[in-house]
């Protein structure tokens, strides 16, 4: 009833308040968010990255996110592949990816880029991994393999390069999409958003972003991420405006744009 939902909600409200001035007191302390509060540096840190994905709970301008990442990345990955030497002594390969999907929130196609590099050459079994490869052989050396949870989240990375929802409700595509996959051009059909279906192309000639979009979306305006800094902007339809240097807001209208980067 109305009752214990108010109470559910209050609950949750202290919990959420008691968890955030816990996560500022560590971070103010360490520079990024630990294993616990009586735990410092160790891999099993991986574990803050679902603040991002899936939860959404933090975003892409949250420093305790992206602070925590970058500690996560120069301790424990080699090569782009996150090495959880707490209990599995493997690289974890869903692990690696929840690492990137926090350097695609950010923008960052240099890591995003190297974590898929290192993921594709590390395949244990046809388009497969193992949960954890072996340090020693590159091969499985832990869990299932093929994984599910590391087939089911090679998909979520995949299809959120091309578009991902945001924390606060809008829809982002293109964001940490590897430069040198853009260069080559890409598309995708039909795909599926929480805002509803959408397809488009995209291609990157030295500094300029051409992408065409066919949309149904709910939403008034969609958000593109570049690779470089944007210096100008042109569309067929509707307003545009640029919300960082490397991300613009567009109108769902617009079926043709054109980005020129510095």
Known sequence: GVDSYTELQA????????????????????????????????????????AWHPTKIFDSENEVLIKTADKIYDEFTQEGGFMHEVA????????????AQTYLESNNQQRVSKIIDWLVKHQTCPMGWAEGVSPQTMQGGMGDSPHGWASADWIHLLRNL????????????????????LKNGIATSNMKTHFGPIEFSAKLVEKKLTITIHN?????????????????????????????????????????????MA
Request: hydrophobic share 35%; with cysteine.
């Open 88 to 99: 599995w002594n493997c690289y974890g390969t869903y692990l690696t990816m929840h690492l």
């Open 162 to 181: 091309f578009a991902c929802e945001t924390a606060d409700g809008s829809l982002k595509l293109l964001s940490g999409f590897p430069i040198k996959l």
């Open 216 to 260: 149904q979306l709910t939403l008034p305006a969609l958000r593109v991420a570049t690779p470089y800094s944007i210096s100008s902007i042109k569309t067929d339809k509707g307003e545009t405006t640029i919300l960082t240097d490397k991300e613009v807001q567009i109108s769902k209208e617009a079926k043709k744009i054109t980005i020129n």
């Open 11 to 50: 609950e949750y409200q202290n919990y959420h308040n008691d968890l955030i001035i816990s996560i500022n007191k560590l971070f103010k302390k360490h520079g990024y968010l630990p294993v616990g509060p009586y735990r410092e540096c160790d891999s099993a840190m991986i574990a803050n990255m679902c």
